[in-house]
């Protein structure tokens, strides 16, 4: 009875869209905001699916020292590992040009 009683527990962590790819490349770029206030960095990690491409882009925070800037380059950023499998669950996505864009996600796997 008790096995029963923690199954439902674990089966309401796997809801929602989930993506399952490997990494391809990992790119940021920085630039400056609309209002002037400073600067943002988005990372960019090409996803292979089977079938197709998915981008996540993350917008990390500059103030937590995990990306580097020299000017308008970007010297250091988080990469995913390449060609290692990844999955995510997709937290918010859009559709552009076709294509699989996840702009909030935490990583499972």
Known sequence: ???????????????GLFVRGVVMSSTAKAFNRKDGSGKVVCIRHELALQPGMAVYEEYPDLKDGKVKLDGDNVIEFHKLPEMQQVTLKVLRWEERDKRLVIKEAQMVA
């Open 1 to 15: 009875m008790a096995d029963n009683a923690k199954q439902p527990a674990q089966n309401d962590k796997l809801n």
